[in-house]
């Protein structure tokens, strides 16, 4: 066996490869999460399925450790590793609609906010996320769940079908009545068990326009505000997706300039039916006490799709804690106030996202993400500057979420797992299906190749 060298690896490749010293290499490295500094052996920007299989192949034979990167949101850095060949899907987003069959194939690279600008222009759209940045495959195979979660279900709910390259460097497709097994671990057992070429997601009639946006009030307020989040969220239709949020009001242009870098609570929500009945069903949120701004209107479903983005810059530092909710009991929501309120980076927030509704009309093993006893999510998510006041930040959140997971289904969300959460937190992701996801494991992939993601070992 040769030694492993970048120059061979580009002979394979359409691609390109960028070694260490290349003018790209520090840019293709970094990740969404400023936390995570790792040096790849290299980076391969795959230009499509056959570049995916020969670095793959290349890796496998010259018994090279490798990442697979799609959208570089992983909050893990799961996407790159030292001394490891990073397969750079990112470059691959394309997102095409098959109005025929109700369905858009993505490749692995397309972000959420590339599949919502190709499906909108047919007035439809899939099941994503919050954050037009994140990657749309990498969200998909851990679960998924975003607005429209309510009404259809967690994102790999309604994947149809899925292309992989396997451990054998395969080209295969999973869907119910192909190597059904492997699709069912892939709705949610993230990468383990082959690197996704494509999917087919289903497509629901949505927008272009919607009721949607922000709302906030002083922290002050925050008790009353969240006893009505709490009542609008038990009796809300489908179509109406809230999440409460607590943190320091950021210097927006709808909030006023006094109410900058003091604590607010806030409602982001979406609203996906007719907008004559969306304004009625949000009437109860938008009158509430005397909110401090709102940018809460009739709006496109896109750029509702995008709304927190700014949040959640690139290369920030950033650590997060969570867990699933069956409900808001009132000393659950008593910790989220007091922390809230104990906020001290302008950028860390702790968010509930209201999920159930559909979620809970499937089977609990009709895939490996499960969890359909969650109501909601909470999210403690801190986020800062610099590296010197890591401690404070990780502190805090760890301290928040030490006095709210009593309140847990018992469930976590393997995609918001930091790089400190280990097998036990894994095991708790999917409870009862973890060892249906280890037999899986086992037939796919028996020498754990795949194993720089939230590994399930085989046996
Ligand atoms: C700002 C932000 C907002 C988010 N919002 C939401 C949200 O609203 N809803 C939600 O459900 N989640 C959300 N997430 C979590 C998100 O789903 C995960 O971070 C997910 O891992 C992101 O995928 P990615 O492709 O961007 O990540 P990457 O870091 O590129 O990939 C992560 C890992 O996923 C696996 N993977 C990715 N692509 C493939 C592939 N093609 N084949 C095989 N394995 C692959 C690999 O193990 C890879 O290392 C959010 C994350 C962030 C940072």
New binding site residues.
Partial sequence: MSAPDPTALQQALRGQVIPPGHPAYDDSRA??NGMIDRRPWAIARCIGTADIQACLRYALEHDLPF?????????AG??VADDALMID?SGMRGAWVNRGAGTVRVQ?GATLGDIDRETQLHGLAAVL???SN??A???T??????YLTREYGW?CDNVTSAELVTAEGRLVRASETENADLFWGLRGG??NFG??AGMDHKLYPVGPEIVGGLIAWKAEDADAVLEMFRNVTVNAPRELTCAALMRKAPPAPWLPPEMHGQPIVGIVLCHSGPVEQAEADVSAIIHHGSPVGSVVQRRSYVSQQSILDAT?PNGRRYYWKSEYLPGLDSDLLRSYRDYGERIESPHSAILLFQVGGAVADLPEDHSPMGNRDARYVLNITASWEGAEEDERHIGWARDAWASMRGFSTGGTYV??LTEDDGIDRIRDAYGAHYDRLVEVKTRWDPANVFN??KNIAPR
Avoid: D, M, S
């Fill in positions: 990740i969404w990442t697979v990167r799609g959208g570089g949101h992983n909050i799961l996407a899907l692995p996320g919050f954050v994140t990657g495959t990498g969200l195979l851990g679960g998924g769940f975003g994102t993230g990468g690197i996704v959640q995609n918001f720089a993601n």
